[in-house]
């Protein structure tokens, strides 16, 4: 290293020829330099190993550089989803992630919350089953669908609007006995839009609600929808809260001796199993969960820095037609 104990940024502009302002901006990515001279500074650096200090440039904006995501489980494909495109969002900030699975233990969450607090992670993307009380509104934090209390501000989908259009959905294609699935969380969510919609479409149609609606863990949807067909026997529709749920409705279903879409429709929210190229291919309210994302994290920084942001964010969803309806 050139006789010094490390290379510096001004070693890098020395041997590109350049200010060690464009130095800077150019291997930050941060501020406008052309093609050419970004190119001479990259390679000026890696022919001296020039390896840039981030503790030393988190010091200076007082900054950890690290974002923390916290969700009930990487188990769950919606939730590591969601974390594979924040994570995807961070980085092209130049920032860090980690991910914290709290495995539905409230602990593990208080933990992560404390971090926050001693400005251990800048901010924290939360999702939780659980309610904190009062979370302090001035921390940099965002969520996904729950509400965490005043002046914490939450991404979501058109929960409502698009549940509706699925149980309609449902009815056009013949199905009356129509049931709805979905979990039940401790801290008040967006999600509950969906069996409300259900109920209201039920109630407009005349029909009667099959609603069931357990807490659980993620992994026990097989034991909910054998618990769900043991209450309503004679469904022959279903609306399920998610992809999860739509499976083991499926599964349960060809245990039961029921063919899908002739004898049971199902529609589930989510859209995370289609890439899969599973069978059946499920008709589902597909989340745009890149946008969801994005979103929150767009919040967040701004949040970080200690902007105005709005308290509430809808990105519109969609449903996608799949196998598992007429």
């Known amino acids: ?74 188990y769950h494909p919606f939730f590591s989803k969601m974390a594979l495109h924040i994570e995807d969002e961070i980085y092209a900030l130049g920032d860090r992630m980690v991910v914290v699975s709290s495995q539905d233990n409230l602990r593990k969450e208080k933990i ?63 199905s009356r006995k129509i049931g709805c699935v979905c979990g039940e969380t401790a801290v008040e969510s967006e999600t509950r839009h969906r069996y409300e919609a259900y109920l209201d479409t039920m109630s407009e149609n005349g029909l009667p609600a099959r609603l069931y609606k357990p807490q659980f863990r993620h992994g026990e949807e097989m034991d909910v929808m054998r618990k769900f067909f043991e209450m309503y026997p004679d469904v022959d529709g279903i609306f399920a809260g998610s992809d999860m749920l739509a499976n083991a409705a499926y599964h349960v279903a060809s245990e039961r001796g029921m063919n899908v879409p002739q004898d049971l429709q199902i529609i589930g929210f989510d859209g995370v199993l289609r890439e899969w190229k599973g069978r059946p291919i499920f008709t589902t309210v597909e989340q745009d969960i890149p946008a969801l994302a994005r979103e ?17 964010v809808e990105v519109p969803a969609r449903i996608v037609e799949g196998e598992t309806t007429r």
């Open 296 to 312: 929150a994290v767009r919040l967040l920084m701004k949040r970080i820095r200690r902007e105005e942001v709005p308290s509430r």
């Open 1 to 74: 290293m050139r006789g010094k104990i490390m290379v510096t940024i001004k070693d890098v502009a020395t041997e590109a020829g350049v200010g060690v302002g464009t130095a800077s901006r150019a291997l930050s990515g941060k501020g406008s330099v052309s093609p050419e001279t970004k190119k001479r500074i990259e390679q000026a650096a890696k022919k001296l190993g020039f390896v840039p200090n981030q503790q030393a440039r988190n010091l200076k904006k007082q900054s950890t550089g690290c974002i923390a995501v916290l969700c009930p489980t990487i």
């Open 112 to 174: 992560i919350l404390e971090m926050i607090k001693q400005r251990r992670v800048d901010g924290i993307v939360f999702i939780t089953h659980y309610d904190h009380g009062d979370i302090d509104p001035d921390l940099p934090i965002v969520s996904v669908d729950r509400h965490l209390g005043a002046g914490i501000p939450y991404v979501t989908s058109n929960n409502y609007e698009i549940s509706r259009a699925a149980v309609e959905r449902l009815i056009a294609g013949g």
